[in-house]
């Protein structure tokens, strides 16, 4: 497909009973096209070639949804595969794994079988430990497969349910959001779409189908709004499910908004093992305000959930003060002052090691830190001032999903097979200026870099050299020149 989009093709299922001389359609299979193709010509394009993989837990809406990529992907030469997430936790299950298997065979669609034995973490709901382990799971096959994305059947009954959940928990703007269409690597192209469509499309084409029976357990939550709360809602509310995805969609446009405005009026810069912001401008904002601030520092350390109320009420009395600040602020991170700044960073829960290789041009995510990495040919001639002196000095601040800069010469040039990762016993590395090699760990022990944080240290190396580290500055020998094309580094914050 490359960069031309999908039009919209008829799309018609395998297996499908035709009418006399024609192709099948009607509306739940027209929703279902037009959502499919929409989204993917616009949100997540797809190549030729390109792999993309399908959540597949062998029920109504995730056999609608592979059925029309697997449709999809023959039009438009991608490939799809889908992983069945096993998780044993009824005797049912491994009859359900096994239909999905048959399902995905008479489709030709490989089909990967994953038996997680992780466990839920203590004081863990066994439903969220359900749902990270599964995430965990497929996120290990994808990239075990090469694919570029996970995708997932949530449609516009789940998203109306779990903006219910979060209005009953009293989750702010990021809570309302709900579920996002695109995070990461995962993607939801049918939340726009009603769970009886699906469930009618895949019915039409006489595709089988499972029924998960802890879908019907009343003592979840979100099952007892499915059955109950929800039904006898919309006697009285006309349109509610359509209501609450709209919510959905507009606190996803003004968080997206808010976070732009406070981006540039905090200027969150990158510190050492972490991110801060100033206290005295941080004092300043209305405590409504602060808390959505507080959640884009918490977004931009590695974090896709805004800090709890606990930590956030906690963080408020020690404002009042001018002290010492230190607060845990949930998912490893921890609110503390530096002299003049609030920094959030990680605890000591130690980072991975991660080691990511891309051909320049291009781009690469780093899931255990939540970042993109990106190099492209630019130009000097029309660069910015602000840009002009990345890599030459501090990178400057910038929109919300750019947050480090730096520019390389032609030393690298196109083809060349650039590494991303975090350190490695025995590093050594040429600082701007010197002549010689340094061992790394001198390094940040000058600055210093605190040892909960050294993992976390992006590394940009070509050719088995470290040639950049975000703020620490760009190796002599790949800085830029005052003509010429340039390559310009980008690492960005998820903000999918």
């Known amino acids: 497909m490359g960069s031309s989009p999908f039009t919209a093709t008829s799309l018609v299922f395998p297996g499908a009973p035709r009418p006399r001389g024609d192709t099948l359609d009607g509306p739940d299979v027209s929703v279902l096209r037009a959502a499919l193709t929409e989204f993917f010509s616009t949100s997540a394009p797809v190549g030729a070639g390109q792999l993309v993989l399908v959540a597949f837990s062998g029920g109504p809406d995730s056999t609608a949804l592979l059925a029309g990529l697997r449709e999809l992907s023959e039009i438009h030469k991608f490939q799809v595969q889908a992983a069945h997430v096993d998780h044993g936790l009824d005797p049912d299950s491994a009859r359900r794994a096994s239909a999905a298997q048959a399902l995905c065979d008479s489709l030709g669609v490989p089909f990967h079988l994953l038996n997680p034995t992780d466990r839920p973490a203590p004081e863990e709901s066994l439903e969220a430990a359900a749902r990270r382990i599964r995430y965990s799971a497929l996120e290990t096959l994808r990239i075990t ?20 959940l979060r209005m009953k928990f009293g989750s702010g703007l990021q809570g309302l959001e709900a579920i996002r269409a695109r995070y990461g690597r995962v993607l939801r192209p049918l939340l726009t779409v009603p769970r009886k469509d699906l469930l009618e499309a895949a019915r039409i084409q006489n595709l089988s189908f499972s029924s998960d029976p802890t879908n019907r357990d009343l003592r979840r939550p979100r099952n007892l709004l499915r059955h109950h709360v929800l039904p006898n809602l919309e006697g009285t509310v006309p349109n509610l499910r359509q209501r609450l995805t709209a919510l959905a969609s507009s606190s996803g446009r003004a968080r997206r908004v808010w976070n732009r405005r406070l981006f540039h009026h905090l200027s969150p810069r990158p510190v050492v093992g972490g991110w801060g912001v100033p206290l005295t401008t941080l004092r300043g904002l209305p405590s409504e305000v602060r808390s959505i601030a507080l959640a884009l520092l918490h977004h931009l350390a590695g974090n896709s959930y805004p800090p709890t109320r606990a930590a956030l009420r906690e963080l408020s009395r020690q404002l009042e003060r001018d002290g010492r600040i230190g607060v845990d602020c949930g998912a490893h991170l921890r609110w503390e002052r530096r002299g003049k700044l609030l920094v959030v960073a990680p605890c000591a829960t130690p980072t991975p090691f991660f080691s990511y290789t891309l051909q320049v041009p291009g781009e690469v995510r780093i899931d255990e830190l939540g970042l993109s990495f990106r190099l492209s040919l630019v130009s000097e001639v029309g660069l910015p001032d602000s840009l002009r002196s990345a890599g030459r000095k501090r990178p400057p601040s910038g929109p919300l999903e750019v947050v480090q800069r730096a520019l390389f010469n032609q030393a690298l040039t196109a083809g060349d097979v650039v590494t991303v990762r975090n350190r490695r016993p ?71």
């Open 426 to 496: 025995g590093d050594t590395v040429r600082p701007p200026g010197a002549r010689t090699l340094r061992p790394l760990k001198d390094l940040f022990t000058d600055r210093p870099v605190p040892l909960r944080s050294r993992d976390r240290q992006v590394l940009v190396c070509v050719r088995g050299v470290i040639v950049w580290i975000p703020g620490f500055g760009v190796d002599d020998r790949f800085r830029p020149h005052p003509s010429g094309k340039l390559w310009l580094a980008e690492i960005s914050a998820d903000e999918q």
């Open 145 to 164: 497969l090469g694919a570029r994305y996970i995708v997932t059947a949530h449609h516009r009954d789940d998203q109306a349910e779990t903006v219910l």
